[in-house]
């Protein structure tokens, strides 16, 4: 499926699968540091950690979603941000564990999406805890005839969240999937909406 994005090089480095497959996820990553430090001022205690999260994105690339490595705050914020369309629409339980993890520490935030191609879409926030460790996530779902359409940001350090978030959310406001039809979703949207619930629930499929 071809997807295609509008995106601000200075703030989002797209992960190439061909090229990874050519170059090996090293040498990938480091070419792909040495173009963006040469494009934009990088602060050069920070060229190893943006070359090492980019190792880490490149690692986990595949055919069946689109990867970029996210960043701000002169390479400060850093965060993995994964684009995908199913092959069929999600059911509503998948849907639900999707949007919500257990290893949440608070009930998620919940935000209705706007974008041109993908047509209104639901978002969830989360602070998450694994292993003592504290992190951010943001999840979107687009409903499609046939198709869902998704994102992950993170996961990402707390304090970096609300600085990357506008960076996906504006990548996903152009975002085009060949062949996706976007629903009227408005209904689902504010279901999606009212099953925000408290702390020790359950999310309501």
């Known amino acids: 499926m071809q997807i ?14 061909d090229d990874i497959r050519r170059l090996g996820v090293a ?5 792909a540091a040495a173009r963006f ?10 060229h190893d950690r943006l070359r090492s999260a980019l190792s880490s994105v490149a690692s986990e690339a595949s055919d069946d979603a689109r990867r970029f490595l996210l960043v701000g705050i002169d390479a400060l914020a850093l965060a993995p941000f994964v684009f995908f369309v199913t092959d069929g629409e999600l059911t509503r ?3 639900a564990e999707f949007l919500w993890s257990p290893t949440a520490i608070l009930p998620p ?4 999406s706007e974008t041109e191609h993908l047509g209104v879409g639901f978002s969830s926030t989360l602070a998450q805890r694994e292993d003592g460790v504290d992190f951010g996530t943001r999840r979107w779902l687009f409903f499609g ?5 998704g994102a992950l940001l993170g996961p990402v350090a707390p304090y970096a969240l609300a600085v990357l978030e506008p ?7 152009t975002a085009r999937a060949e062949g996706f039809v976007a629903l009227h979703a408005d209904d689902r949207v504010t279901e999606l909406e009212s099953a925000v619930v408290r702390a020790g629930d359950d999310w309501k499929a």
């Open 93 to 95: 339980q998948e849907q």
């Open 4 to 17: 295609t994005f509008d995106f601000e090089m200075t703030s989002a480095i797209p992960v190439d699968i």
């Open 167 to 173: 960076v996906a959310e504006r990548i996903l406001a």
């Open 145 to 149: 005839q046939g198709r869902t359409a």
């Open 109 to 112: 935030a919940p935000l209705r």
């Open 27 to 31: 040498e990938w990553a480091a070419d």
């Open 37 to 46: 430090t040469a494009a934009v001022d990088t602060p050069v205690e920070l």
